[in-house]
């Protein structure tokens, strides 16, 4: 395998990205890999563990930040094709789901170290496969990895978010949780695609995003239409949803175009329409 300059790879990464974005990628990769094994009752569970040192605060918080986060599902697991993807810098395994293979270094942009534990089923037998990933590997991306007989007959995978580097996550899971939907949204709106459950626990709590988007008034569908576009003997529908999002950490309106539940790219709508760079307001029912 050619030379990678690991630390040099996730220090060009995008500014745009910030702590969610590892969230939602291993997210992203659990149900996609859930897709993978075909199957309709996948389960991704996110666990969050906080700093055991809780500081008070003089605002009374006494919330210890969240350190380290695992990311659980029952998907295919690491066989050895998408290890050897995972160990590819720019992989076009999931090309054509729009993945680009690039998204597990913001693991490692937001965190200092990512463990790996897998048990899959290869013919008739299960295996179990770990490994490391982290800037301190110098040029491996998959490091210390073993690979052994499992007697663990189930597939599951579990990677460890090992110490965050940058203290900005939300403390509050039902903040972290609301942030994640809002990003995860096409999963939940697609008529013709059932999403995996998606539970969340911490501190004893445990919430499921699956059910959250119904009991969550801040975010409401209030439009749909769909539109076909011709070009010589090509033809394809688009649908359009349109959605008010209430609170969103002052994001700007925008357009997302999303394909296989991705999103592909997204434009600002003020760029067509100068008012949207403002934010908006509207009055509940008890007027404020």
């Known amino acids: ?7 040099g790879v996730v220090n060009n990464i995008s500014q745009r990205t910030n702590i969610y974005s590892p969230l939602v990628e291993g997210i992203v990769n659990s149900i996609d890999s859930i897709g993978r094994r075909g199957m309709n009752d996948g389960i991704v569970r996110i666990k969050f563990t906080r700093d055991s040192q809780i500081n008070m605060k003089f ?7 969240i350190v380290s986060i695992e990311i659980e599902d029952n998907g295919q697991g690491f066989t050895d094709e998408n290890t050897k993807s995972f160990d590819t810098l720019y992989s076009d395994l999931k090309q054509n789901e729009g993945g680009k293979g690039f ?5 490692l942009k937001y965190f200092e170290n ?6 899959y089923k290869l013919d008739d037998k299960y295996f179990y ?4 990933f982290n800037t301190r590997n110098q040029n491996q991306i998959v490091a210390k990895q073993k690979v052994v007989e499992s007697v663990n007959q189930q597939n599951k995978t579990v990677i460890f978010l090992n110490n965050i580097t940058q203290k900005n996550l939300d403390k509050r899971i039902e903040t972290v949780a609301r ?31 699956n059910d959250l988007l119904k009991n969550y008034p801040e975010i409401q569908l209030v439009g749909d239409s769909n539109f076909v576009l011709k070009n010589k003997d090509l033809e394809e ?6 959605f008010k999002i209430f609170y969103p950490d002052n994001q700007k309106s925008k357009i997302s175009l999303v394909a296989h539940n991705r999103e592909v790219t997204e434009s600002p709508i003020h760029s067509y329409i100068p008012e949207f760079i403002e934010n908006f307001f509207e009055a509940t029912v008890d007027g404020t």
Do not use: A, W
């Open 1 to 7: 395998m050619p030379n990678i300059n690991l630390r």
């Open 59 to 65: 605002d009374g918080d006494s919330l210890g930040d």
């Open 103 to 107: 998204g597990r270094f913001t693991f």
């Open 114 to 119: 990512v463990r790996v534990e897998s048990n």
């Open 129 to 132: 496969r770990t490994f490391e």
């Open 179 to 209: 942030k994640l939907l809002e990003k995860l949204l096409i999963f939940f709106i697609n008529e013709n695609y059932v999403c995996p459950q998606i539970i969340f626990e911490c501190d004893g709590k445990i919430i499921i995003l």
């Open 237 to 242: 529908k688009f649908i359009i949803k349109v």
